[in-house]
């Protein structure tokens, strides 16, 4: 049996490579900028960040950074970091994967210096900066689940949009009737699923283009939520767009946990759901029977198929589970963060998440962190608007969109999503 | 367990593929189905593994009749296939892959994989299999992989084992080695159904050979029948398995390929510094188990490729460098090795795919305006000099027959002076008949004094047109032999050794 391993025509790397200049010159540009913005440009001040607020029982002491100082520290080391990657792929060497992370943190660190620095006054809660964070996060990463659930079988669900409004819709009407948040919740689970029944429908038993249903899905449903919102809602405000808002369930004692408290034990009931949402989608996914069919039916729908799995039934009752999930992140919206539903409210969450969910590498936990990571610059647009700071505020309005774009099409790289995603499984 | 299928028919639309087959597979028996590509082999176990509802007809078990409403109705009931292309997820394990669809769970549905791999580990011992539970398919040679299906149905306790085309993916000692392990299975009393075109192996292996062309069953024979005879039975009328070509008559190394290196995006060496010469009228085969750098090499020569570095010189003008059209203006025809993917648009016309390569330029245009009258006049001239069965010139190519459309790119490249000549693969999935027609041209072309260098994954095609061959593996030359040489040698090449060991060790052996 030794002649057949040999021939495998795949090889292990061997020495040669080819030259991707892409790191080092993004690493350079980044340098330049921290060069002329952060240390030329840096204010004369000391960026304040306050860890505690002092109400709490746990206190820790803020940190100060001299703008200047620290604007010279970044882009000295940004520049050696350029100039390292610059060196290795040179020499036709890989770059070791620690290092965009650590260049990543070290030109946020810049840059939030730089901007509290300059700001009026100079001075920002880290805390609360890292809990609005995850709060704005929450309804994309719901967004982001149930891409992965769609897109991990084998669907690909551009009407993640119009799942999270029909759920903020649904939320809020049922919740103002019923007088009852938790009966909104739910409401707006059923809501989302419904999208999906019919992105489930056009997509797996009419082989219709994935992506058309899910753009038509997403007009239909602005326009449909937008129609009764002008109509029936704005009519009777009182009785049918009045929610009531769900609880913030503290943990004692968690809580007062200082940075963590906020985020992981002060939450309302769908922040909680997020996390276990999360954990559990991942462990499904991964390390469950029904997370292997789901997997193989979203590689290679035919092995799944000829191992006596049934794809498009499969393919159905995930879709449709996505949808729920979505429509819980839609519920966040009016009955977590505002108390009312308006027109489009969703406002692009749907579409952030899918690129989350492409930037978490149809992962789970990824999604998690990516949509993370757009959450605190919506946040830090916000916080910094309130500082007063001399950037345009329509240029703080543009970062988390200018990051998804340079996350998904510059960081990625070549990530690989599930190889049946958005091709119809047609039997003979 | 005994197998029975009787009247069999199967119809997609108006297109009977299976004609009320008969058919008795017997435990402890290797059964043979040879047909030509598109005879409905593969149909007919679809149709038997419930991935397919039969239009009319009956499967019996130990005498009685089944139904089967999808795979995993036939697993249950002892069937297990190994498909041509295999059903294995490439990211997923082998344990992961065995698993799948009669997975161990713990409580709450969790996997357990470790109850899967002692089954594996057991029947790879058993066999002497040699798989890892733990490897990813994706970085498994075929070989393993096909040993993976056999274990997926032998775990799910298969007593009939199909095996569809099992050798179109190996080299010839992994198939010495296939053929030992279905040996094995049917001493262990498994009924084994294999399908195949290849004549040689078919004699080789199979117990009863039933030969199936056009839908029906044309007979059962014996496996001592004569190979001629029993492609006669495949196509239908007398074909003729030699060529009988003259000897070359080798003229001045006009082609010249040296140090060509590809590189893939990931910097992994697709070809590696592989070097030879061609000259006029003479063939240059180039063998190899499919994936091990024949791709690479053909498409750095025609400018498809990127990362590409080295020389290849015709005529003395470097070819390395220029795009694809530039090429073809030095004289080069090609035929791609997927002509459905690279060497015809399935939606235009005969007559169009006829002057692809040269639609732009006189005769066939004049401007900006195209001449349709000579584009018909050509088609017409070519559909008749190469018997391409088309309704019309007109008919779209895509729904010509694959030895038809085959025909088609071989018309095109061949009908203008060339000064080299590269065809991939020129008779995959080509009919019987039409593989003779299409060899003889390629001859022909070599007579008139062009070199011609040839890629195939089919060693009887290698022997049969190679005035010399070179055998890739791993991207790597392994070296330049005659066009006589022995398959075991080749085979021993094309799995990684040098000319020179290689005829060491087929010396020794014998």
């Known amino acids: 049996m030794s002649v057949a391993t040999d021939t495998r025509p795949k090889r292990p790397s061997t020495n040669a490579t080819v030259k991707n200049w892409k790191a080092p010159i993004g690493f350079g540009i980044g340098a330049v900028v921290a060069l002329l913005v952060f240390a030329l440009g840096g204010p004369a001040q000391t960026a304040v960040f306050r860890v505690s607020n002092d109400s709490d029982r746990f206190r820790l002491a803020d940190v100060a950074l001299p703008a200047v100082a620290v604007g010279w520290f970044t882009a000295v080391v940004l520049t050696l970091i350029a100039v390292y990657a610059f060196e290795q792929v040179r020499n036709g060497r890989p770059i070791n994967r620690w290092i965009p992370i650590i260049y990543g943190l070290l030109f946020m660190i810049g840059f939030l210096t730089w901007v509290v620095g300059s700001a009026n006054i100079p001075s920002i809660s880290l805390t609360g900066l890292i809990a609005g964070s995850v709060t704005l996060a929450i309804p994309l990463i719901f967004g982001s689940l149930s891409g992965v659930l769609c897109e991990r079988v084998g669907v690909v669900n551009i009407a993640i949009e119009g799942q999270l409004l029909s759920g903020a819709f649904a939320a809020a009407v049922a919740a103002s009737i019923s007088g009852n948040a938790y009966v909104g919740l739910i409401a707006a689970a059923f809501a989302g699923t419904l999208v999906s029944v019919v992105l489930a429908v056009f997509s797996i038993k009419y082989y219709v283009n994935q992506i058309i249903v899910g753009v038509v899905l997403n007009v239909l449903v602005s326009g449909l939520t937008g129609f009764l919102a002008s109509t029936l809602l704005s009519r009777d405000p009182a009785t049918f767009n009045s929610p009531p808002s769900l609880p913030v369930i503290s943990v004692p004692f968690f809580s007062d946990l200082p940075i963590i408290g906020g985020i992981l034990f002060r939450q309302s009931i769908v922040g909680y759901l997020m996390y276990v949402a999360v954990i559990v989608i991942y462990i499904g996914l991964f390390r469950t029977k029904w997370g292997l069919r789901v997997r193989a039916v979203g590689e290679h729908p035919q092995a799944a198929d000829t191992m006596g799995i049934k794809v498009n039934s499969t393919r159905f009752w995930n879709v449709l589970l996505g949808g729920a999930v979505a429509g819980f992140g839609g519920a966040f919206f009016t009955l977590v963060s505002v108390s009312s539903f308006s027109r489009d409210m969703t406002a692009g969450a749907g579409y952030i998440a899918l690129a989350a969910l492409i930037f978490g590498r149809w992962n789970p936990i990824g999604a998690f962190f990516a949509a993370l990571l757009f959450g605190f610059f919506t946040n830090l647009q916000y916080v910094l608007s309130i500082v007063g700071t001399s950037v345009p505020s329509q240029f703080m309005a543009m970062l988390p969109y200018i990051v998804t774009i340079l996350a998904v099409a510059g960081l990625v790289g070549r990530s690989r999503p599930p190889a049946a995603s958005g091709t119809p499984y047609i039997k003979e | ?510």
């Open chain 2, 1 to 510: 367990m005994l197998l029975e299928l009787q009247g069999i028919t199967k119809k997609f639309g108006t297109l009977v593929a299976n004609d009320s087959i008969d058919l008795v597979v017997k435990p402890g028996e290797v059964h043979c189905l040879l047909g030509e590509n598109g005879a409905g082999k593969s149909t007919l176990m679809n149709v038997l593994y419930g991935l397919y509802e039969p239009t009319e007809g009956s499967i019996l078990l130990d005498g009685k009749a089944v139904t089967f409403k999808g795979p995993g109705d036939a697993m249950a009931a002892g069937i297990g296939m190994v498909h041509q292309h295999f059903m294995l997820i490439p990211v997923f394990t082998v344990a992961e892959n065995v698993a799948l669809g009669d997975e161990f769970t713990r409580a709450g549905g969790l996997l357990d994989l470790e109850k899967t791999r002692a089954k594996i580990r057991d029947i790879s011992d058993r066999y002497g299999f040699d798989v890892d539970p733990d490897a990813l398919i994706e970085d498994l040679p075929v070989g393993v992989q096909q040993r993976v299906e056999i274990i997926k149905a032998l775990v799910r306790n298969a007593s009939v084992l199909i095996l569809d085309e099992p050798t179109a993916v190996l080299t010839p000692q992994e198939t010495d080695e296939l053929i030992e392990i279905i040996g094995q299975l049917k001493a262990a009393g498994t009924a084994i159904v294999f399908i195949s075109h290849k004549l040689r192996e078919v004699r080789a292996v199979s117990d009863v050979i039933t030969v199936i062309r056009r839908g029906a069953v044309v007979g059962s024979v014996d496996p001592s029948t004569s190979t001629t005879d029993l492609a006669n039975m495949m196509v239908g009328r007398q074909v003729s398995l030699s060529l009988n070509k003259a000897p070359a008559q080798p003229g001045e190394r006009t082609f010249q390929v040296r140090n060509l290196t590809v590189l893939s995006a990931t910097g992994q060496r697709l070809l590696d510094d592989v070097s030879f010469d061609i000259a006029q009228g003479e063939i240059l085969a180039v063998a190899g188990v499919q994936g091990n750098g024949q791709t690479e090499l053909t498409e750095a020569i025609l400018g498809l490729q990127p990362h590409v570095s080295g020389s290849a010189t015709l005529k003395g003008t470097e070819l390395i460098g220029m795009r694809a059209r530039q090429v073809i203006r030095q004289g080069v025809g090609f035929v791609p090795e997927d002509r459905t993917v690279d060497g015809l648009v399935g939606t235009f016309s005969v007559a169009e795919n006829l002057v692809l390569n040269w639609y732009n330029e006189a005769p066939f245009a004049k401007g900006l305006a195209m001449k349709p009258a000579v584009v018909m006049a050509n088609a017409k001239a070519k559909i008749d000099e190469y018997d391409v069965r088309t309704q019309s010139a007109e008919s779209a190519v895509g729904t010509l027959s694959g030895g038809n459309q085959q025909k088609v790119v071989l018309a095109r490249e061949l009908s203008r002076p060339l000064n080299l000549f590269i065809a991939s693969q020129p008779t995959r999935g080509v009919d019987v008949g039409s593989i003779e027609f299409l060899h003889k041209r390629i001859v022909q072309e070599r007579d008139s004094g062009t070199p011609v260098m040839i890629v195939s994954t089919e060693l009887d095609e290698i022997s049969e047109l190679a005035d010399r061959i070179a055998v890739l593996h791993r991207g790597k030359l392994m070296g330049v032999v005659p066009g006589n040489t022995p398959r075991d040698v080749l085979g021993l090449m094309m799995a990684g050794m040098t000319a020179d060991e290689a005829l060491g060790q087929s010396v020794e052996e014998k």
